[in-house]
Every structure is written in C-alpha cells, then in structure tokens.
C-alpha cells in the first residue's frame, strides 16, 4: 500500500497542476481534494496550516480581489478572522497544500512538493512553462 499523500488542488491552477504532476511523476497516486468543490472543515484547515509551520496570513491568498475587499490586511486582523474568512470565501485559501507522511507544505512554488515526498522522482519533469524541475534520473535539476 502506498503512503496517503493528500493535495488540496484547484485544477485552474498552474501551480497546483504542476505540483499534482509531480506527485503522481513519484509513483503516487494521491487524495485529490477539490477545496472549492469541498472546503475542509474549521478543525482540518486549522490543523493543514499549523503543520506547514508557517504563519496563517501565509496560507491565505493576498493576491485575491476578496482579501482588499474584506480589509484583510489591515492592523489587528487576527488568525481566527483570517480562517473565518478562508471558510467562507475558499477562493481566498492559499494552494496547493500537500499532506505526506514526510509533512505538510504549501507548495509555492510548486517544486516544493519534492521536499516532502515519500518516493523519488520515477523520470524526468517539466512544468507546463517548460521549466524543467526534475532530469531523466529523476534528480533536481
């Protein structure tokens, strides 16, 4: 049985499309989790968060129209606000977020993901950009 890597996925985004290729270029086959489809929960996206290590505002999209809009930025703003906004606006939650039994990343940019996979590499890789990430041996180039 293979190790239960999770990605949190939006497939309109190059980042996360590209860190799903990579998982699978491991030999893995992961739990594809669709978060604008299916937000997890306030326990789950607090729990994805506090493993990457890393502040909340970094697992938000500061990018997004809706982060201005919402004044997420401004003094004061706290963890829980930012999550109460991130669960009820998904789009605002940062992506891809991989769970492996190596850890949890948020995976910009996406070859960050190698980081924390279970497997090696099984053949060369390229984003969609034509960046190549990973050679023929399967190593970082």
Known sequence: ????????????CGTSRNTLAMIRN???????????????D?????ALIAATGAPVIDAVRTKEAL???LQL??????????????????????????TTPLGTR??????LVLDILPAPQQ???TKEDGEAVVN????RV
């Open 1 to 12: 049985m293979s190790p239960v890597v999770t990605i949190y996925h939006n497939p309109k």
């Open 26 to 40: 491991s030999g893995v086959e992961p739990e594809v989790v669709e978060y604008l489809k299916a937000p997890p």
């Open 106 to 111: 948020l995976c910009r940019p996406s070859e």
């Open 67 to 69: 982060f201005a809009e």
């Open 136 to 139: 023929a041996q399967g190593q």
């Open 42 to 46: 306030r326990a789950t996206l607090a």
């Open 73 to 98: 930025g401004a003094p004061g703003v706290t963890d829980a606000q930012l999550i109460d906004a991130m669960l009820a606006h998904p789009i605002l939650i940062n992506r891809p977020l991989v």
């Open 123 to 125: 053949g060369a890789f």
